[in-house]
C-alpha cells in the first residue's frame, strides 16, 4: 500500500465515505464481565507460575478490555490496586518481593511503560499513579547513549545493583512506551527510531531485540564485540522471525506516534499493515509467532484492533471478529458444562467446543485470550484507550450472565464430579462435569520386574469425529501424537513374551509430558484418573500382584502424588495417603529406601530428584534432608553424578544433572505457600548450587540450543532435558525448543531417523524441551521452580548486607552471549517476569503488553 491510498483509507474511514466495519461492545461487555468475575476481592489475579506476588500484567490487560469495551468501572479494583494502595511499583520494580531493601532502584522498563499506558487507560493522573511519575520512569528507562540507546531497558538506579540486572525487554515494551508517551503528547524520538529498527523489510516486528558480532567501533558496541541488530541483521542469526502479535504492537504504537505528530512514518506503517493484511488465514484468524503459529483469539485481537484504527480493510475486520466470536460462551451454551461461563473466550474455536462437555480447562489461558479478543471485539485502538476516547459505562445496556438451571446430562457409569466456579463477583454455579470412567484394565500387571523393557502396543483406532483443525503448532502436534497412543484413551500398554501388560511409569510419564505441553488437558486428566485408580496404585506403587507381602516403591508413589497434585479437589485424600506412604520410606540421612522383593535397589539421582519433589509438595518438615542429601553429591563442576552412592566426584553426567535441578528449584505450590516462603530455609549452599548446575548446562548448549553426543550428532533427549533444566531454572530455551520440532515426523512424534515410525518413549521424553517449559510451569501444578537466574543476593537464603555486593555469576553474561541469546536471562524478579515467549497455549502468546 503506498502511503498516499494509506491516508485515504484513514480519512475515509473518519468521514464515513466507507462503510466501518462495526464492533461488537456487546460481545466485548460480556467478555470483559467475565474477565472481572475471575479477580479476587482485592482485585488480583493469581500468577500460573509463581505466586510470589499476583499476576499484575494480566490485570492490566484486563484493565485496557474493560475500558475498550465501555465497562471500565469493572476493572476499578485492579486500578485502585495498583494507584490507590500503592502497589503498581511491585510490578515494575524489584521491590515488591524484597519490599523495604532498596530494590526499588531497580527500573523493569517495560513494565513502566505498561503501568504508563494502565494510568492514562483508568483516567488516573500519570505523572502521580501509585505514588510515582510514571512519565518520568517510562522516559528515564529509554537509554539515551550506549549499545542500547533509545531501547526501553531494564536498568538501576543504584550502581550497587547494576551488575544484577539484565537489559530484557522486547519490542513490546517498547511499543508500550511509544503508545504511552504519544498519550501524555510527549512523543520520544530516540524510542521511535529504535523500535522502527525492529520491523524487517517485509513489514513484519519481531518480538525480541537481538545481538550480533561486528567489527564496528563506537559506543554503540557492546564490550563483547556485538552489537544490537535491527530486524534484518538478525535474519542470519535466527533471531528474526515473524510475529503477528510484535507487529501488531509495533504498528499500534507507530500509528499513535503519528496522531501525536511524529513524522516519517508512513512508510513503515504501509508495510507493516501490508504485512497484516496479508497474514489473516482462511478461517479469519490470525496467529502469533514461532510455536503459536496458529491462529487464536488472543492474537487475532490485536490484530484486528489495529486495523480497524487504519480503516479501509472492513472484510478482514469483520472475518477475524466472526473468528474470536466462533470461540466465545454465549446464550446457546445455557445447557451445557459452559453454563456458568458466559461471555469467556477460548483460545480457539477447537478448545471452546471441547469445553462444552467439559467446562473450562486452565482458566488462565482463557483469561489471556479473552483479555486481548475483547479489543477486536470492541475495537479500540490504544491510541483511543491512552487518550480517554472509549465508550462510556453506560453507552450498552449491562450483560447478563445469570446462568440457568444446572443443566441434566445422559447417564455415565461413573458418578459426577460437583465444582463449583465462580459466575460473577457475588454469584456462583454449579456445574455437573460428567468423566468417562477409567479403563477396566486399571490394576492389570505390569511388566514382570527386572525384566527388558517391552514393545509398545498401539491402541485400537476407535471412530473419532475428524479433527476441526490440523493442529499446526509443534507442541499440538507431538501432544496429538501421545494422546493417540493411550488404550481406551488413558494408559499405555506394551507386549513382552507374547503378553500385554500396562505400562504404569510409561503412562505416568505421558501425564507429566502433557502438563509441560499444555495441550491434550482432557487426556492428561484420564490418565491421571486410570493412574489414581486404587487397582492401578496397587499395581504401579506396592507390587501387586508380584510382591508375596506388603510392598512399596519411592519412585512410583512420588509420580502418582505429582500426577494427583494437578486435580486435588479430586483426590485429596489419595494424596494423603501417597505422602505417608512416601513418608514411611524416608531414612534419616534423607534417602529413600523401598521395601518389598522387588524393591528398587538402585539410588539413581532420578529416583531421589523424583520423591524429594513429591516430599517438598507435602510441605514435608523433612524435605531438607532430602535436597541436602542431593547437595552433598555435586560435582566440583556444578554437575551431579548418576547414582547417590558416588561422592567427591569431578564431574558428573549431564541428564542427572538436568534432573537435579528440578529438585534444587522446587518449592511448594499456589495452594501450599508463596513464593518468599518457599524461601526461607534455603542454605546458600542450595542457591549456589543452582547457579553451578545451570552454568555446567550452559556450557554444553550450542548455539542453536542442542546438545551433541559424542558422535558429534545432535541427542534430542538430551537436548531436551538441558533445555527443560534451563527452563527450570528460569532461562529461555526457546532456540532449543525450534530445533527439537525438527525432530517431529509426520504422525507429530518424534522420529530418529528419517523413514522410521515415531518413537514413543523418545517422543514422551522431548516433550518439554520442545514446550520450553516444565511441568512444574503447568496451571495447577503441586510445586513450583522458585528462583529465577541469575540470582540476585536476597534471593540467596541469607540476604544479607554483604550478599547484596555479590556480583552475578559472569557465565550468565558471558555464557549467553557466546550463544548469541543477551535475552535468554530474564530480570530475575522469580517467576513474575513473564518476558520470554510462552511455547504452549497455557501462556498462549504471552502478555499483550509484557516486556
Same mark, same amino acid.
Given at each position: 500500500?503506498?502511503?498516499?491510498?494509506?491516508?485515504?483509507? =484513514?480519512?475515509?474511514?473518519?468521514?464515513?465515505?466507507?462503510?466501518? &466495519?462495526? #464492533?461488537?461492545r456487546?460481545?466485548?461487555?460480556?467478555?470483559?464481565?467475565?474477565?472481572?468475575?475471575?479477580?479476587?476481592?482485592?482485585?488480583?489475579l493469581?500468577?500460573?507460575?509463581?505466586?510470589?506476588?499476583?499476576d499484575?500484567?494480566?490485570?492490566?490487560?484486563? $484493565?485496557?478490555?474493560a475500558?475498550?469495551?465501555?465497562a471500565?468501572?469493572?476493572?476499578?479494583?485492579?486500578?485502585?490496586?495498583?494507584?490507590?494502595?500503592?502497589h503498581?511499583?511491585? @510490578?515494575?520494580?524489584?521491590d515488591?518481593?524484597?519490599?523495604?531493601?532498596?530494590?526499588?532502584?531497580?527500573?523493569?522498563g517495560?513494565?513502566?511503560?505498561?503501568? $504508563?499506558?494502565?494510568?492514562?487507560?483508568?483516567?488516573?493522573?500519570?505523572?502521580?499513579?501509585?505514588?510515582w511519575?510514571?512519565?518520568?520512569?517510562?522516559k528515564?528507562?529509554?537509554?539515551?547513549?550506549?549499545?542500547?540507546?533509545?531501547?526501553v531497558?531494564?536498568y538501576?538506579?543504584? #550502581?550497587?545493583?547494576a551488575?544484577?540486572?539484565?537489559?530484557d525487554?522486547?519490542?513490546f515494551?517498547?511499543?508500550?512506551?511509544?503508545?504511552?508517551?504519544?498519550?501524555?503528547?510527549?512523543n520520544?524520538?530516540?524510542?521511535?527510531?529504535?523500535?522502527?529498527?525492529?520491523?524487517?523489510?517485509?513489514?513484519?516486528?519481531?518480538?525480541?531485540?537481538?545481538v550480533?558480532?561486528?567489527?564496528?567501533?563506537?559506543?554503540?558496541?557492546?564490550p563483547?564485540g556485538?552489537?544490537?541488530?535491527?530486524?534484518?541483521?538478525?535474519?542470519?542469526?535466527?533471531?528474526?522471525?515473524?510475529?503477528?502479535?510484535?507487529?501488531a504492537?509495533?504498528?499500534?504504537?507507530l500509528?499513535?506516534?503519528?496522531?501525536?505528530?511524529?513524522?516519517?512514518?508512513?512508510?513503515p506503517?504501509?508495510?507493516?499493515v501490508?504485512?497484516?493484511?496479508?497474514?489473516?488465514t482462511?478461517?479469519?484468524?490470525w496467529?502469533?509467532?514461532?510455536?503459536?503459529?496458529a491462529p487464536?483469539?488472543?492474537?487475532?485481537? =490485536?490484530?484486528?484492533?489495529?486495523?480497524t484504527?487504519?480503516?479501509?480493510?472492513?472484510?478482514?475486520?469483520?472475518?477475524?471478529m466472526?473468528?474470536?466470536?466462533?470461540a466465545?460462551?454465549?446464550?446457546?451454551?445455557?445447557?451445557?458444562?459452559?453454563?456458568?461461563?458466559?461471555?469467556?473466550?477460548?483460545?480457539?474455536?477447537?478448545? @471452546?467446543?471441547?469445553?462444552?462437555?467439559?467446562?473450562?480447562?486452565?482458566?488462565?489461558?482463557?483469561?489471556?485470550?479473552?483479555?486481548?479478543?475483547?479489543?477486536?471485539?470492541?475495537?479500540?485502538?490504544?491510541?483511543?484507550?491512552v487518550t480517554?476516547?472509549v465508550?462510556?459505562?453506560g453507552?450498552?445496556?449491562?450483560?447478563?450472565?445469570?446462568?440457568?438451571?444446572?443443566?441434566?446430562?445422559?447417564?455415565?457409569?461413573?458418578?459426577?464430579?460437583t465444582?463449583?466456579?465462580?459466575a460473577?463477583?457475588?454469584?456462583?454455579?454449579?456445574?455437573?462435569?460428567?468423566r468417562?470412567?477409567?479403563? #477396566?484394565?486399571?490394576?492389570?500387571?505390569?511388566p514382570?520386574?527386572?525384566?527388558?523393557?517391552g514393545?509398545?502396543? =498401539?491402541?485400537?483406532?476407535?471412530?473419532?469425529?475428524?479433527?476441526?483443525?490440523?493442529?499446526?503448532?509443534?507442541?499440538?502436534r507431538?501432544?496429538? @501424537?501421545l494422546?493417540?497412543?493411550?488404550?481406551?484413551?488413558?494408559?499405555?500398554?506394551?507386549?513382552?513374551?507374547?503378553?500385554?501388560?500396562?505400562?504404569y511409569?510409561?503412562?505416568?510419564?505421558?501425564?507429566?509430558?502433557?502438563?509441560?505441553?499444555?495441550?491434550?488437558?482432557?487426556?492428561?486428566?484420564?490418565?491421571?484418573?486410570?493412574l489414581?485408580?486404587?487397582?492401578?496404585?496397587?499395581?504401579?506403587?506396592?507390587?501387586?500382584?508380584?510382591?508375596?507381602?506388603?510392598?512399596?516403591y519411592?519412585?512410583?508413589?512420588?509420580?502418582?502424588?505429582?500426577?494427583?497434585g494437578?486435580?486435588?479437589?479430586e483426590?485429596g485424600?489419595?494424596? &494423603?495417603?501417597?505422602?505417608?506412604a512416601?513418608?514411611? $520410606?524416608?531414612?534419616?540421612?534423607?534417602?529413600?529406601?523401598?521395601?518389598?522383593?522387588?524393591?528398587?535397589?538402585?539410588?539413581?539421582?532420578?529416583?531421589?530428584?523424583w520423591?524429594?519433589?513429591?516430599?517438598?509438595?507435602?510441605?514435608?518438615?523433612?524435605?531438607?534432608?532430602?535436597?541436602?542429601t542431593?547437595?552433598?553429591?555435586?560435582c566440583?563442576?556444578?554437575?551431579?553424578?548418576?547414582?547417590?552412592?558416588?561422592?567427591g566426584?569431578?564431574?558428573?553426567?549431564?541428564?542427572a544433572?538436568?534432573?537435579?535441578?528440578?529438585?534444587?528449584?522446587?518449592?511448594?505450590?499456589?495452594?501450599?505457600?508463596?513464593?518468599?516462603?518457599n524461601?526461607?530455609?534455603?542454605?546458600p549452599?542450595?542457591?549456589?548450587?543452582?547457579?553451578?548446575?545451570?552454568?555446567?548446562?550452559?556450557?554444553k548448549?550450542?548455539?542453536?540450543?542442542?546438545?551433541?553426543?559424542?558422535?558429534?550428532?545432535?541427542?534430542?533427549v =538430551?537436548?531436551?532435558?538441558?533445555?527443560?533444566?534451563?527452563?527450570?531454572?528460569?532461562?529461555?530455551?526457546?532456540p532449543?525448543?525450534?530445533a527439537?520440532a &525438527?525432530?517431529?515426523?509426520?504422525?507429530g512424534?518424534?522420529?530418529?531417523?528419517?523413514?522410521?515410525?515415531s518413537?514413543? #518413549?523418545?517422543?514422551?521424553?522431548?516433550?518439554p524441551? $520442545?514446550a520450553?517449559?516444565?511441568?512444574?510451569?503447568?496451571?495447577?501444578?503441586?510445586?513450583v521452580?522458585v528462583?529465577?537466574?541469575?540470582?540476585?543476593?536476597?534471593?540467596?537464603?541469607?540476604?544479607? &548486607?554483604?550478599?547484596?555486593?555479590?556480583?552475578?555469576?559472569?557465565?550468565m553474561?558471558?555464557?549467553?552471549?557466546?550463544?548469541?541469546f543477551?535475552?535468554?536471562?530474564?530480570?530475575?524478579?522469580?517467576?513474575?517476569?513473564?518476558?520470554?515467549?510462552?511455547a504452549?497455549?497455557?501462556?498462549?502468546?504471552?502478555?499483550?503488553?509484557?516486556?
Amino acid at each position: 500500500m503506498s502511503t498516499v491510498v494509506a491516508v485515504v483509507a =484513514l480519512s475515509m474511514a473518519s468521514t464515513g465515505t466507507t462503510a466501518a &466495519a462495526e #464492533p461488537d461492545r456487546v460481545a466485548a461487555k460480556a467478555a470483559t464481565q467475565w474477565l472481572t468475575s475471575q479477580l479476587g476481592d482485592d482485585g488480583t489475579l493469581r500468577n500460573p507460575l509463581n505466586d510470589a506476588l499476583p499476576d499484575h500484567g494480566l490485570m492490566i490487560d484486563l $484493565l485496557y478490555a474493560a475500558h475498550a469495551s465501555g465497562a471500565g468501572a469493572a476493572a476499578e479494583p485492579v486500578v485502585d490496586y495498583l494507584d490507590d494502595q500503592r502497589h503498581a511499583s511491585d @510490578y515494575f520494580t524489584w521491590d515488591g518481593l524484597l519490599p523495604g531493601k532498596g530494590f526499588d532502584a531497580i527500573i523493569v522498563g517495560g513494565y513502566a511503560a505498561k503501568v $504508563l499506558v494502565a494510568a492514562e487507560v483508568a483516567g488516573r493522573d500519570p505523572r502521580s499513579f501509585g505514588g510515582w511519575d510514571m512519565v518520568a520512569e517510562t522516559k528515564a528507562a529509554i537509554m539515551r547513549s550506549g549499545p542500547h540507546k533509545g531501547r526501553v531497558s531494564s536498568y538501576s538506579k543504584n #550502581p550497587d545493583f547494576a551488575d544484577f540486572v539484565s537489559n530484557d525487554t522486547n519490542i513490546f515494551g517498547q511499543a508500550l512506551a511509544v503508545i504511552g508517551l504519544a498519550g501524555v503528547a510527549d512523543n520520544d524520538q530516540l524510542a521511535i527510531d529504535k523500535l522502527v529498527t525492529q520491523q524487517c523489510a517485509e513489514g513484519y516486528f519481531r518480538i525480541f531485540f537481538g545481538v550480533v558480532p561486528t567489527t564496528e567501533v563506537g559506543d554503540h558496541v557492546l564490550p563483547n564485540g556485538y552489537k544490537l541488530s535491527t530486524c534484518d541483521e538478525g535474519k542470519p542469526f535466527d533471531q528474526s522471525a515473524p510475529d503477528n502479535d510484535a507487529t501488531a504492537m509495533g504498528l499500534s504504537a507507530l500509528l499513535a506516534a503519528r496522531e501525536a505528530g511524529a513524522t516519517g512514518l508512513d512508510a513503515p506503517i504501509d508495510r507493516a499493515v501490508a504485512y497484516l493484511s496479508g497474514a489473516q488465514t482462511a478461517g479469519g484468524g490470525w496467529g502469533g509467532g514461532v510455536l503459536t503459529e496458529a491462529p487464536n483469539t488472543n492474537s487475532t485481537g =490485536l490484530v484486528v484492533q489495529v486495523l480497524t484504527q487504519v480503516g479501509g480493510h472492513d472484510a478482514q475486520v469483520d472475518a477475524g471478529m466472526a473468528y474470536i466470536k466462533s470461540a466465545q460462551v454465549g446464550s446457546a451454551d445455557a445447557e451445557n458444562a459452559l453454563a456458568g461461563d458466559i461471555g469467556a473466550i477460548a483460545y480457539n474455536p477447537q478448545e @471452546y467446543q471441547a469445553a462444552k462437555a467439559t467446562g473450562v480447562s486452565g482458566v488462565d489461558t482463557w483469561i489471556r485470550a479473552g483479555a486481548q479478543a475483547a479489543l477486536g471485539l470492541a475495537q479500540i485502538s490504544f491510541y483511543d484507550l491512552v487518550t480517554g476516547n472509549v465508550p462510556d459505562d453506560g453507552e450498552q445496556p449491562p450483560i447478563t450472565t445469570t446462568p440457568a438451571a444446572t443443566p441434566t446430562s445422559a447417564p455415565t457409569t461413573s458418578a459426577p464430579v460437583t465444582e463449583t466456579a465462580t459466575a460473577t463477583r457475588t454469584t456462583t454455579v454449579t456445574k455437573v462435569v460428567q468423566r468417562k470412567p477409567v479403563s #477396566p484394565r486399571a490394576g492389570t500387571q505390569a511388566p514382570p520386574p527386572n525384566t527388558p523393557p517391552g514393545q509398545v502396543v =498401539l491402541p485400537v483406532p476407535t471412530p473419532a469425529e475428524p479433527p476441526t483443525a490440523t493442529p499446526s503448532t509443534p507442541t499440538a502436534r507431538l501432544a496429538g @501424537y501421545l494422546a493417540a497412543r493411550l488404550v481406551d484413551g488413558d494408559h499405555i500398554e506394551v507386549t513382552q513374551d507374547g503378553r500385554t501388560f500396562v505400562d504404569y511409569d510409561g503412562t505416568a510419564d505421558v501425564v507429566f509430558a502433557l502438563r509441560a505441553l499444555g495441550e491434550q488437558q482432557e487426556a492428561a486428566d484420564s490418565t491421571t484418573r486410570f493412574l489414581l485408580d486404587p487397582a492401578s496404585v496397587a499395581a504401579y506403587a506396592h507390587g501387586v500382584p508380584y510382591e508375596p507381602s506388603p510392598a512399596a516403591y519411592a519412585e512410583p508413589l512420588a509420580k502418582l502424588r505429582l500426577a494427583a497434585g494437578f486435580l486435588p479437589d479430586e483426590f485429596g485424600k489419595d494424596i &494423603a495417603d501417597l505422602d505417608l506412604a512416601l513418608t514411611e $520410606l524416608r531414612t534419616g540421612d534423607g534417602t529413600f529406601v523401598d521395601t518389598g522383593k522387588f524393591a528398587d535397589a538402585s539410588e539413581a539421582i532420578e529416583r531421589h530428584v523424583w520423591a524429594t519433589t513429591a516430599t517438598i509438595a507435602a510441605s514435608d518438615s523433612d524435605a531438607g534432608k532430602a535436597v541436602q542429601t542431593l547437595l552433598d553429591r555435586q560435582c566440583r563442576d556444578g554437575t551431579f553424578p548418576v547414582d547417590l552412592s558416588v561422592t567427591g566426584c569431578g564431574t558428573g553426567d549431564l541428564t542427572a544433572t538436568a534432573v537435579a535441578i528440578t529438585a534444587l528449584n522446587a518449592g511448594r505450590s499456589a495452594a501450599k505457600s508463596n513464593s518468599p516462603a518457599n524461601r526461607e530455609g534455603w542454605s546458600p549452599k542450595r542457591s549456589t548450587a543452582l547457579e553451578a548446575a545451570a552454568a555446567a548446562l550452559n556450557e554444553k548448549s550450542t548455539p542453536d540450543g542442542t546438545v551433541r553426543g559424542g558422535d558429534g550428532q545432535v541427542d534430542v533427549v =538430551l537436548t531436551s532435558a538441558v533445555a527443560t533444566a534451563r527452563t527450570v531454572a528460569g532461562l529461555d530455551s526457546t532456540p532449543s525448543a525450534r530445533a527439537l520440532a &525438527a525432530a517431529l515426523g509426520p504422525d507429530g512424534g518424534v522420529v530418529t531417523r528419517e523413514g522410521t515410525d515415531s518413537n514413543l #518413549p523418545m517422543s514422551v521424553s522431548v516433550a518439554p524441551g $520442545l514446550a520450553a517449559r516444565s511441568w512444574l510451569s503447568a496451571e495447577h501444578s503441586p510445586v513450583v521452580a522458585v528462583l529465577r537466574l541469575p540470582l540476585r543476593p536476597a534471593d540467596r537464603a541469607t540476604a544479607t &548486607a554483604a550478599a547484596a555486593t555479590q556480583r552475578v555469576p559472569a557465565w550468565m553474561g558471558a555464557g549467553l552471549v557466546g550463544l548469541g541469546f543477551l535475552l535468554a536471562v530474564t530480570a530475575a524478579v522469580a517467576a513474575r517476569l513473564l518476558i520470554t515467549r510462552n511455547a504452549n497455549r497455557k501462556n498462549p502468546t504471552r502478555e499483550v503488553v509484557s516486556p
